[in-house]
């Protein structure tokens, strides 16, 4: 097999990965161990691996509960039910095509918001943590360097309310309880080929919730949810906590359920080992998509993102091929719309430096601008 001009890699998160270090494109050590001629030493090359973890570690009764045709899902498979089922949602808006499935109920929830008592202890003990007390012990300086920018940068979006930290997602009937995710986690695994074979599976590390603050975010998630649920606007379903319990309250205590409730280290989006960042902080790819030390070959698709979004990446996936195109045919956004749009994009990027520069300032002087509108929503939820 030949290429006349490039070759595009699009095989994820997983798999980029490993077509990158069995052609001898990764870390050096990574490929002397296996014998494989080093072409490039990019140590980026399966690093960086990040996904959305999923915890269940609340349980609860509801009153009322679901139908059974809405938790039993053999109806799918009854033509005659779902006809009817569909002409009644048309006529009344109810029924089987009203329940909320995975999507429908989700809130992304900023950290000031989960923990408006706790948030700037959580980013203070985060920062005086070593940077590479929890990256995996091989990783090379580039990457370490890499990962000490991006998390000083997530560490100043915790402080603010434009990024979700976490997220509920609750679907009633389906589900015991919330699914409590975290959406930009500190903990960092990676991809290894497992050997020089071409059809063995690489290794995967996830190294779920080995960073504490992801700990930390998602037991200040789990206090949240409890009190949303405990909150005025849920006591017509009268939920009761059947696990863990309302005495089970310490910190210590829920940051043990947390660990032991890990349903999935991945919800499907894996991505960011094969980062869109500078070759000497730990990049694989540049902005032209690129791979670093080699011509006529690019990666689009998910595994290019640094730092995974906080939102379902079926959209990220889209717009990242689509810019890929863009790249690729040559387009460079030069007037109309696409002028307006990168007029709008710089726009953006300077509001949203001035708004790290004041969390920041806020977090050292210990003030917070939106405490009033928290303790209100605190008293809600009472």
């Known amino acids: 097999m030949s290429a006349k001009r490039e070759v595009i890699l699009s095989t994820g998160a ?5 077509l990158l270090q069995l052609s001898g494109i990764g870390p050096k050590a990574l490929l002397e161990e296996h014998k494989i001629p080093v072409i490039v030493d990019l140590p980026g090359v399966g690093s960086n691996l990040q996904d959305h973890t999923l915890v269940r570690p609340l349980n609860y009764t509801s009153d009322p509960n679901p139908p059974g045709p809405w938790v039993d899902p053999s109806p799918a498979t009854n033509r005659t039910w779902l006809a009817e089922a569909l002409a009644e949602y048309r006529q009344n808006r109810t029924g089987y095509y009203t329940r909320p ?9 900023p950290l000031p918001v989960m923990a408006p008592k706790t948030f700037r202890s959580i980013i203070s003990a985060s920062r005086k943590r070593a940077v590479d007390a929890y990256l995996p012990s ?6 370490i360097a890499g990962y000490k920018a991006q998390k000083e940068i997530l560490l100043r979006g915790y402080a603010t309310l434009k990024i979700g930290t976490g997220e509920v997602s609750i679907r009633p009937g389906i589900a015991p309880g919330p699914a409590l995710i975290v959406e930009k986690p500190l903990s960092r695994g990676y991809v290894e080929i497992a050997s020089s074979d071409p059809w063995a599976d690489p290794k995967l590390y996830y190294r779920t919730l080995s960073d504490p603050t992801d700990v930390a975010v998602l037991t200040s998630n789990l206090r949240f949810s409890r009190a949303f649920f405990a909150s005025k606007g849920m006591a017509g379903f009268k939920p009761v906590e059947t696990y863990p319990g309302a005495n089970v309250d ?6 043990e359920i947390v660990r032991g409730r890990i349903v999935n280290p991945s919800v499907g989006h894996a991505s960011c080992s094969c980062p869109m960042m500078k ?6 790819v540049d902005t032209e998509l690129n791979v670093y030390g080699v011509t006529g070959l690019r990666i689009v698709d998910i595994s290019i993102i640094p730092i995974i ?15 890929a195109a863009d ?13 307006h749009e990168e007029e709008e994009d710089k726009h953006e990027e300077e509001e949203d430096k001035h708004e790290e520069e004041e969390g920041k300032h806020e977090e050292e002087e210990g003030k917070y601008e939106d405490d009033e509108e928290e303790e209100e929503e605190d008293k809600r939820y009472e």
């Not at 379902?312 to 717009?319: P, S």
């Open 279 to 284: 070759r000497e902080l730990g990049g694989v």
């Open 327 to 339: 790249i690729i045919r040559g387009r460079t956004p030069h007037s109309g719309e696409d002028k």
């Open 250 to 255: 310490s910190d210590d205590e829920l940051a």
């Open 309 to 323: 979004p906080t939102c379902h990446l079926l959209n990220t996936r889209y717009a990242i091929a689509e810019k």
């Open 101 to 109: 499935l995975s999507g429908s109920t989700v809130a992304f929830i």
């Open 138 to 143: 091989r990783s090379s300086a580039s990457v």
């Open 14 to 18: 997983y798999f980029n990965p490993k």
